[in-house]
């Protein structure tokens, strides 16, 4: 369930230069100069640093340069991906400035290596060379999952229609909300189908009564409600995944549930609501679907003082819309599980996007070298080891809750150790019993702690794969307030 705790408006961060500041001077003084050059970073990103690169999704190549504070000059970007050459040529203002180019998608299964070197043009020089350069090399994998998402507006009059310029509304938030599902779910743009019909479908009063009298929640009204918006989306699209039922503004407020923006019933699979409004963020139905996969909400209001964003401070990329996305001061960067505020920007952080990455690789898909995907905690796993319905990316554990880690190993090897190592704070506590992966992909299930087992802090879970250190996690034990 998506939570409104505040009008929401939806900012993202890009940066610009104002040609009339005062650099252009330093450009004029510095462009026939001796000016050194030098690659601080190159990193292939499809939205989050750091991971592994997806067959067919979007992908750019990042650079970062540094240069003499206040130069400003033009110079030649050139990158190699996979035998190809990319070339743009670059205004660069110091002392650091990032230039990014598209690359086009990757297609097969095999290490990827890519190098960039950047030339002052015009009549400034570099003397020295031998920073000019960077070059890195990313591992590639292939997701087997396809979703296509149907949008089906819920409950709008012909009052509402007319209101909230329907026609145009309702075509303006499939396309923003597909495209955040898009952009932030670790799968190519060919594998993520959005339809929508225009045509809104009408609820009795039976499945419009989520609530009784006292404001308890009625279980039989809602799987009513589910059920239908189930059975009507996918009349027009059969091979739906997943159903958005779109509600109109102010909806959950009316019908018992104030405060809700969007609604997922495990129990009926593959439908979810969500409600619309012209200032929300394009969050609600990557969030409610993100449920569908078994993850928890990072919004934590069971504790004092509450926990509403879950922030992000590893800066990102938004591919699609060449947007920088970074935790400010004065604007937080939030998961898109977090609950929704005019305060905070939205994104994915490793923890989801690895999570849904070994969710929809380790069946059938494929990887250029053995790795681990994810480790994901959880209180409760599947019989294939994978984390429990609505139990995945937990932050904060109850101290009556088991906690397990979730380790997704794709393309490993038969006969390698996975080792997990629990830590209080920065203090080693213990290593559990290693485990011996089989060849190909897997979850692989640790228990760390039974029930009131961990005294309540925070816990650092470490993973290893064949003695090296793969992925980290932390958690806090902490008992409802």
């Not at 100069?33 to 939205?47: H, I, K, S, Y």
């Not at 994998?141 to 012909?158: G, N, Q, Y």
């Not at 790795?371 to 609505?390: N, Q």
Request: glycine share 6%; aromatic share 10%.
């Amino acid at each position: 369930m998506l939570k409104n705790i505040a009008p929401i408006v939806f900012l993202m961060l890009a940066f610009t230069w104002n040609p009339d500041a005062p650099v252009a001077s330093a450009r004029r003084a510095t462009a026939e100069g001796a000016v050194d050059l030098a690659v601080r970073n190159l990193e292939l990103t499809q939205g989050v640093p750091g991971e592994p690169l997806i067959l067919g999704k979007l992908t750019v190549a990042r650079v970062q340069i540094d240069l003499p504070p206040a130069t400003n000059l033009d110079a030649q970007i050139r990158l190699e991906v996979d035998g190809k050459t990319y070339e743009r040529a670059a205004n660069l203002v110091g002392p650091t400035v990032t230039v990014t180019l598209k690359i086009d998608a990757l297609r097969e299964i095999k290490p990827i290596t890519a190098t960039v070197s950047v030339t002052p043009t015009g009549q400034a020089t570099d003397p020295n060379l031998s920073d000019n350069s960077k070059t890195v090399t990313y591992q590639t994998v292939r997701t087997t999952e396809r979703v296509v998402v149907f949008f089906l507006p819920v409950d709008w009059t012909p009052e509402e229609r007319s209101k909230y310029d329907y026609n145009n509304a309702f075509k303006q938030h499939v396309q923003e909300a597909g495209d955040f599902l898009m952009s932030t779910y670790p799968l190519p743009a060919d594998r993520v189908i959005v339809d929508y019909t225009m045509t809104p479908h009408m609820l009795s009063s039976f499945e419009q009564t989520l609530a009784d009298s006292q404001g308890k929640f009625n279980m039989r009204n809602a799987l009513a409600l589910y059920a239908n918006l189930s059975f009507a989306g996918r009349r027009y699209r059969p091979d739906a995944t997943m159903v958005v039922g779109v509600l109109p503004p102010g909806w959950f407020r009316a019908h018992g549930q104030p405060g809700t923006l969007g609604f997922t019933l495990s129990d009926v699979k593959g439908i979810v609501t969500g409600q619309y409004g012209a200032n929300l963020p394009p969050i609600i139905a990557a969030h409610e679907i993100g449920h569908l996969y078994s993850l928890d909400e990072d919004y934590d209001f069971a504790i004092k003082p509450s926990r509403p964003c879950v922030a992000i401070f590893l800066p990102s990329y938004w591919a699609e819309h060449e947007l920088e996305l970074i935790d400010t001061s004065t604007k937080r960067l939030c998961t898109f599980m977090s609950a929704a505020s005019s305060q905070d920007n939205y994104w994915v952080d490793q923890r989801i996007y690895e999570y849904l990455l070994g969710k929809f690789a380790l069946n059938g898909g494929a990887a250029s070298a053995p790795l681990v995907l994810a480790a994901t905690m959880t209180w409760r796993v599947e019989a294939d080891g994978s984390p429990g319905k609505t139990s995945a990316n937990v932050r904060r554990f109850e101290p009556s809750q088991p906690v397990y880690v979730s380790v997704a190993g794709i393309a490993l090897q038969a006969g390698s150790t996975l080792e997990v190592k629990l830590y209080r704070g920065n203090a080693f506590l213990r290593a559990l019993a290693p485990q011996t992966t089989t060849a190909g992909n897997r979850w692989y299930p640790f228990l760390i702690a039974g029930t009131h087992s961990l005294a309540e802090d925070v816990y650092r879970v470490d993973i290893y794969l064949d003695g090296q250190l793969v992925k980290s996690n932390q958690i806090e034990v902490k008992a409802s307030q």
